[in-house]
């Protein structure tokens, strides 16, 4: 008897080991599927006339690649360049090519096709190619255009009569506009084939419905609001705060008074609790522009709300106007919190009414701050604000809190709070996490078999 | 107005006043029996308002009661009883999902202290204290009850109830309740032509947007009925804080006319605020229908009354004025000078009577009258007797005493006959002329010629007449008379007798020169008048009475002591026998003017005669 049960019992766990070697072990195959909001129309990495940043970035990604890339810490890292050098003066760079990268039509990559798609979407540029370098000139010192060449529209793309390549891990196998993408693992990627057979993507998916596609295992990947991601937190996963969520004025700033009053609205709004019972949690208060991982500064800001001080402020403008409050009609998020914000100002004795219109005197607005570094963070905002783009010659944070300070100081924008992007992912997705910057990471992530 | 168609008018009149009569009356109970039917029926629509009120305020209860002990309620209230500090964060959302739940409109959790957890009408209102918590409080477990709830941009009017969970020591409020709205408005059923609107009532002025209307998609207010027109029942309500009515005229036509309930709506508590104005609507459509179908059969059976009416009339006033518009007919022959005019006599009646009397009027007339001209004929035959005895009388005198002369002389001196005889004869010679002469002038007169007309120039013939009389008016040894022409040049030719014309104007200014013994001016004038050739002879002489212009144009009438009465009478008879007609304007002293008449190209006036002035 006790010879017959000891066999049994080591191949019962040899069995057993190797079975649950094979269900950790990454494999290839398997299509992954995703929802996300995004509807985009295009796939064209340089259309920069489509909404959620986020969600078509990480499109992009799949299908298109930069000459640099970022690193988790935010510091540029070679991808089809692999490596690149400038002058003493920062205006010219060379970006020396990475060999036996080839477009998904099958041609490889050569110097004349990156320096085409960097001309079309910066007009501005002087890019040229040698033999296996691209040259790019500016009119002034940029010594951050490797960062800057991490943003998608900067990605390579080869356009044929209106056919877009790009060269990274997926090939587009059906696309319908604004409501499918399936894409294929390309076997002949220069770094190697992914494990994912396909990823077949839902667009115009809104947050409800992803979390029933979910729920339902119809979905592997689904976004998650901020405010919701601690209800699912054993499946949800999120990056770096990498969104900001601020007022912008629409004016600048008009009598003495008017910057008094923005003061006092600044001052009125109680953020701390704003986040913890709207966003439960999800965000961080923002008293400057960027977050504080990105900038390390970040804490200096005051995000308390001082009533009293804003009432102050608020007792030495004589005439109060009626701030339009504008939001997006097709954000609830954004909708109670305008509505709060009008409540808190009323406690300072302004007024502000929330308002759809087209033409408010403020804005509640979403900023992707890129992830490629505080500098091109806060060009973004620049750019939202209106302002001229910020030239950073240095790399110290004290120059970088001087220029958010300076901007800060226009009185014409209001952080409010740094979101996250969060994602829920499926238990059998396995090795698969977001970037700090939010990004797909799919390179290495595998599907376990089974059912999702 | 003739008397037939005054008794038609008195016929008519009295049918057309007992219609409208009848058709007022009938309108009258019409329109007491629509209101009290329409009494009712607003009655019975607030009943049935009352009851569905009561009813979807049950229903409130019950699902506020079931929110209040449903498992999340209960885990939160379970929650903030357990922590020492209460962290209500966790919750703000709920209260939305619980209202979709249970299909509330309004829904809030609020703590013992009076703040609110979670809002479902306002989100963003967390952590905010409610502003009518201790009246709020003070309702847990009473019936629902209205209530105005402050929104984020406005205000709405609900139906609300409050109950608390009775966990631990720390009760968590549940303000639930479902929106006065359309919707509300919309489940109630309504009768026919009937709508219920809902006023909410905020601020001190009438706001249209304030007012709900169920029925504004079929025929509500707004475009054809403007809210504006329930402003003044809706702000007399409000102000009386009692139940009224009104009609409303939304267009000229009153079909789309609607009478308006208005039913004060107040809140709960001490002072029951007033919260809105219930509007119950009844169209008046099938009142002014109604009303009007019988203003159109009064008006048909009126016209048809009136055209029987008149037609019944005519005959009435026919047999009845018949007789009398002969009487009529027959009196204004008499006035015309038929005398020979009578009446047709039937019947026994005063009508019969009167014509009876009229006829023997009239034969009594026409004996007078024939008596009345034998007695002028025999007065005429006297004047021309006694006139022919004076006219013939002066020179018989004369004959009888030359003859008288002539025998004596004969008698008494033979010698001297013959001068005497020689003397008598011619004063005999003298004499009998003077008779042939009177005689030849009444011989005239009898032998008027009947005249013999042509186109004749006026003018032609005055000045004519003027010329002859020249060498007289300047004759020596008698006052001068100075004669004036004033002959107008746009005179036409006019159909008369020349001879005729001449000697009547002759005789006028031969009459003129009569009246001016002690000279004058003698005016001759044309002119033309409405086509009428008029000539004019004026004198400067001593003129004429009244009494004396009257008869001036009577034959043998004459106010000269030498006159034979005739000439006057003969211009008279000549210008009547032209068609025109003379007339006389005199004062005594200031002269006298004969007016001539004659029609122009042959337009001959029938109206002869003699016109004087004086």
Redesign the interface.
């Known amino acids: 008897m006790r010879l017959i049960g000891f066999p049994f019992l080591v191949v019962s766990s040899l069995l057993w080991a190797f079975s649950a070697s094979a269900s950790t072990r990454p494999h290839y195959g398997g299509t992954l599927h995703v929802e996300m909001r995004a509807a985009p129309t295009s796939l064209d990495p340089a259309d920069s006339n489509q909404s959620n940043w986020f969600g078509l970035r990480n499109l992009s990604s799949l299908m298109f690649e930069t000459l640099v890339s970022l690193d988790d810490q935010g510091k540029p890292e070679p991808a089809l360049a692999i490596s690149w050098q400038a002058d003493s003066g920062n205006q010219r760079w060379r970006f020396l090519l990475r060999h036996r990268v080839t477009f998904q039509d099958g041609t490889p990559i050569t110097s004349d096709a990156v320096a085409a798609s960097l001309r079309r979407t910066n007009p501005t540029w002087k890019v040229f190619s040698e033999d296996d370098t691209v040259i790019i000139e500016r009119d002034s010192p940029a010594p951050n255009l490797p960062a800057e060449l991490t943003v998608p529209r900067n990605s390579l793309v080869k356009r044929d009569n209106g056919k877009i390549t790009g060269t990274g891990p997926f090939a587009v196998s059906r696309w319908d506009p604004g409501k499918r993408l399936l894409l294929a693992a390309r076997d002949d990627y220069w770094d190697g084939r992914v494990f994912l057979d396909a990823i077949e993507i839902e667009m115009g998916r809104g947050l409800r419905d992803q979390a029933i596609s979910f729920e339902m295992a119809k979905a592997q990947v689904t976004e998650v609001a901020p405010e919701q991601a601690h209800r699912a937190a054993e499946s949800v996963q999120s990056s770096a705060p990498v969104e900001l969520i601020a007022l912008v004025f629409s004016h600048d700033l008009q009598p003495p008074e008017d910057g008094r009053q923005r003061q006092a609205l600044a001052l009125s709004i109680d953020r701390r609790?704003l986040n913890?019972?709207?966003l439960?949690g999800g965000g961080e208060p923002a008293g400057g522009l960027l977050p504080d991982w990105m900038s390390g500064y970040g804490f200096v800001f005051p995000v308390d709300a001082d009533l009293v001080r804003a009432r102050h402020l608020r007792e030495q403008v004589r005439t109060v106007p009626v701030w339009g409050l504008g939001y997006d009609a097709n954000d609830p998020l954004a909708r109670?919190?305008a509505?709060?914000v009008?409540?808190n100002a009323r406690d300072a004795g302004l007024a502000v009414?929330?308002t759809v219109s087209a033409t408010p005197d403020v804005r509640l607005v979403r900023i992707p701050l890129a992830g490629a570094g505080g500098r091109i963070s806060l060009a973004e905002v620049a750019g939202v604000l209106g302002l001229m783009r910020p030239q950073i010659g240095g790399d110290s944070a004290g120059e970088l809190y001087s220029v958010e300070r300076a901007m800060l100081d226009t009185n014409r924008i209001i952080p409010l709070f740094h979101l996250p992007v969060a994602y829920a992912a499926a238990a059998n997705l396995k090795n698969w996490t977001p970037r700090s910057d939010g990004g797909w990471n799919l390179a290495d992530a595998w599907l376990a078999s089974g059912k999702p | 107005m003739s008397f037939r168609r005054k008794l038609l008018l008195v016929f008519t009149l009295t049918v057309a006043v007992s219609v409208a009569a009848v058709a007022w009356l009938v309108s009258a109970m019409i329109r007491r029996a629509f209101e009290k039917s329409e009494s009712e029926r607003t009655a019975a629509l607030v009943a049935q308002f009352q009851r569905e009120f009561d009813r979807q305020g049950d229903d409130v209860v019950r699902r506020v009661e079931a929110i209040t002990a449903s498992e999340s309620v209960v885990h939160m209230a379970a929650s903030l009883n357990a922590a020492a500090v209460a962290d209500s964060?966790?919750y703000?959302d709920l209260a939305r999902a619980a209202a979709e739940n249970y299909q509330l409109d309004f829904l809030e959790f609020v703590d013992e202290h009076g703040i609110i957890v979670s809002s479902a009408e306002?989100?963003?209102?967390?952590?905010?204290p409610e502003s009518a918590f201790d009246r709020l409080s003070s309702l847990v477990g009473h019936a629902a009850f209205l209530r105005q709830e402050e929104l984020?941009?406005s205000a709405a009017l609900g139906m609300f109830a409050v109950r608390a969970t009775r966990l631990g020591d720390h009760p968590v409020y549940v303000i639930g309740g479902r929106r006065l709205d359309k919707q509300f408005l919309s489940a109630l059923e309504l009768p026919p032509d009937m709508r219920v609107l809902l006023y909410q009532n905020r601020g001190t002025h009438f706001a249209a947007d304030l007012l709900v209307d169920a029925s504004s998609s079929a025929g509500g207010t707004g475009g054809k009925r403007p809210a504006e027109k329930l402003a003044a029942l809706i702000e007399a309500a409000t102000q009386s804080n009692r139940e009224m009515s009104a009609i409303v005229h939304w267009t000229p036509d009153q079909t789309e006319d609607e009478i308006f309930e208005a039913i004060p709506l107040r809140g709960a508590g001490r002072d029951q605020p007033l919260l809105g104005i219930l509007l119950v609507g009844n169209s008046r459509r099938s009142y002014v229908e109604l009303k009007r179908k019988i203003q159109a059969s009064a008006l048909i059976v009126g016209s048809c009354g009136i055209i029987l009416a008149v037609l019944l009339s005519s005959w009435a006033a026919a047999r009845v004025t018949r007789p009398v518009e002969q009487l009529a007919a027959a009196a204004h022959d008499v006035a015309e000078g038929n005398w020979n005019a009578r009446v047709e006599v039937s019947g026994n009646d005063e009508l019969a009577k009167l014509a009876e009397s009229f006829n023997r009027m009239t034969v009594e007339l026409l004996n007078q009258k024939e008596r009345l001209i034998q007695a002028e004929r025999v007065a005429a035959w006297r004047e021309l007797a006694r006139r022919l005895a004076h006219e013939l009388k002066n020179p018989l005198f004369p004959l009888q005493l030359t003859v008288e002369n002539m025998l004596r002389a004969k008698e008494s001196n033979p010698t001297q006959f013959e001068e005497v005889f020689r003397e008598s004869s011619a004063t005999l010679l003298a004499e009998i002329a003077n008779l042939k002469t009177i005689i030849s002038r009444f011989s005239e007169f009898s032998k008027m010629p009947q005249p013999q007309v042509q186109a004749v120039q006026v003018n032609g013939v005055v000045q004519r007449v003027a010329q002859l009389f020249e060498a007289q008016l300047r004759a020596p040894g008698r006052p001068a008379i100075q004669c004036t022409l004033d002959l107008d040049r746009d005179i036409g030719p006019v159909q008369a007798d020349p001879e005729l014309l001449h000697r009547a104007i002759s005789n006028l200014v031969l009459n003129a020169m009569d009246a001016m013994p002690e000279g004058g001016t003698l005016t001759l004038r044309t002119k033309c008048v409405e086509g009428k050739a008029i000539i004019e002879v004026s004198d400067t002489g001593v003129g004429l009475t009244p009494e004396e212009c009257e008869r001036i144009f009577t034959p043998y009438y004459t106010s000269k002591q030498h006159g034979t009465g005739l000439g006057l009478a003969i211009v008279q008879s000549v210008v009547s026998d032209h068609g025109g007609r003379i007339i006389v304007h005199s004062q005594p002293g200031r002269g006298t003017t004969f007016v001539i008449e004659l029609p122009s190209d042959g337009n001959e006036s029938r109206n002869e005669g003699v016109i004087s002035t004086a």
Do not use: I
Request: overall charge neutral; cysteine-free.
């Open positions: 609790l913890t019972v709207v439960q109670l919190l509505e709060r009008a409540l009414q929330p | 964060s966790g703000f306002w989100p963003a209102k967390f952590g905010y984020q941009d």
